[in-house]
């Protein structure tokens, strides 16, 4: 069974940078797709960004060209490197593995708070 750990939230300037990062263990990591989502109070859990097996990523409109995701498959781990935060940038980022497509297993999440 797939653990995931996420690490590196934490609360930051408007404007400023935060990276996350995520521990895979329990399976076998290189070939699965992974992702980020995250979550505000009140609203569904909405895709961040994906990466595939290959190294291929995708993003939200929102966050693209502001954060970038990548992954170290000699560790077992996924980052997301986020840059230029927005307020409403704020939210629980999950990380999660991928199964065609959709996520299978998700990690505990990491809170991330944009604030002055």
């Known amino acids: 069974q797939a653990q995931l750990v996420e690490s590196g939230g934490g609360l930051v300037q408007p404007g400023g940078s935060l990276r996350l990062s995520c521990a895979a263990s329990?399976?076998?990591?290189?070939?699965?797709?992974m992702g980020w989502y995250r979550q505000t109070p009140g609203k569904q859990r909405e895709l961040v960004a994906t990466?595939?097996?290959?190294?291929?990523?995708n993003y939200a409109d929102s966050v693209k060209g502001r954060f970038t995701i990548s992954r170290d498959n000699a560790k077992n781990t996924i980052s997301l490197q986020m840059s230029s935060l927005k307020p409403e940038d704020t939210a629980v980022y999950y990380c999660?593995?991928?199964?065609?497509?959709?996520?299978?297993?998700w990690g505990q999440g990491t809170q991330v708070t944009v604030s002055s």
């Open positions: 999660t593995r991928l199964l065609d497509g959709e996520p299978d297993y």
């Open positions: 329990g399976t076998i990591f290189s070939i699965y797709a």
């Open positions: 990466i595939t097996s290959r190294g291929s990523a």
